[in-house]
T-cell receptor, first 112, second 112 residues
Framework: DAKTTQPPSMDCAEGRAANLPCNHS???????VYWYRQIHSQGPQYIIH???NNETNEMASLIITEDRKSSTLILPHATLRDTAVYYC?????????????FGKGTLLTVNP | KAGVTQTPRYLIKTRGQQVTLSCSPI?????VSWYQQTPGQGLQFLFE???????NKGNFPGRFSGRQFSNSRSEMNVSTLELGDSALYLC???????????FGSGTRLTVV
């Protein structure tokens, strides 16, 4: 799986958009970008994934650059409950690779 | 529908003992993965089972083993416990192991 690089920490004001960047310059054509988050002492929670098109769901939006070397997870209106470690993961969808390789992620702190 | 259930939530064991952790996946999910999370190493993949067969294994010693039953419930076993095995053990289930995984809340194991 391609390696990802994320900033170790970010701050965001409550109610504002949180934009979390991720670099994955060695991504292959068949690798998806996944985002998970982990709130303290809980299991990781799936947020969103995409291949090359931008994606949006009820939790967030995922913007993937045209060359697919980086992406941004957007939480449109961050709340205090969005304080968590956010993981960007790149992996082949399905096939014979059935594991998620987590990096250190970004600790997002939403401030009142 | 019910999420991924892990039991017990907390466990304290003595060095040299062995331990068995249990995971009940979401109904209908046939893939179950196990992860270890420690402050130093982060989230690391242990193994993944699908239809009672281990499909992937992480880089852990043979003291770590697992199995999956016909109802997709899974157990992992750690023998001859060491202090370094103290960690949060997380289980995740997926319908096919291809895309989104749902994690349980984990079992926090403390080895003394």
């Amino acid at each position: 799986d391609a390696k990802t690089t994320q900033p170790p920490s970010m701050d965001c004001a409550e109610g504002r958009a949180a934009n979390l960047p991720c670099n994955h310059s060695t991504i292959s054509g068949n690798e998806y970008v996944y985002w998970y988050r982990q709130i303290h002492s809980q299991g990781p929670q799936y947020i969103i994934h995409g291949l090359k098109n931008n994606e949006t769901n009820e939790m967030a939006s995922l913007i993937i650059t045209e060359d697919r070397k980086s992406s941004t997870l957007i939480l449109p209106h961050a709340t205090l409950r969005d304080t968590a470690v956010y993981y960007c993961i790149v992996r082949v969808g399905g096939g014979s690779n059935y594991k998620l390789t987590f990096g250190k992620g970004t600790l997002l702190t939403v401030n009142p | 529908k019910a999420g991924v259930t892990q039991t017990p939530r907390y466990l304290i064991k003595t060095r040299g003992q062995q331990v068995t952790l249990s995971c009940s996946p979401i109904s209908g999910h046939r893939s179950v993965s196990w992860y270890q999370q420690t402050p130093g190493q982060g989230l690391q993949f242990l193994f993944e089972y699908f239809s009672e067969t281990q499909r992937n294994k992480g880089n852990f010693p043979g003291r770590f083993s697992g199995r999956q039953f016909s109802n997709s419930r899974s157990e992992m076993n750690v023998s001859t416990l060491e202090l370094g095995d103290s960690a949060l053990y997380l289980c995740a289930s997926s319908s096919t192991g291809g895309l989104g995984y749902t994690f349980g809340s984990g079992t926090r194991l403390t080895v003394v």
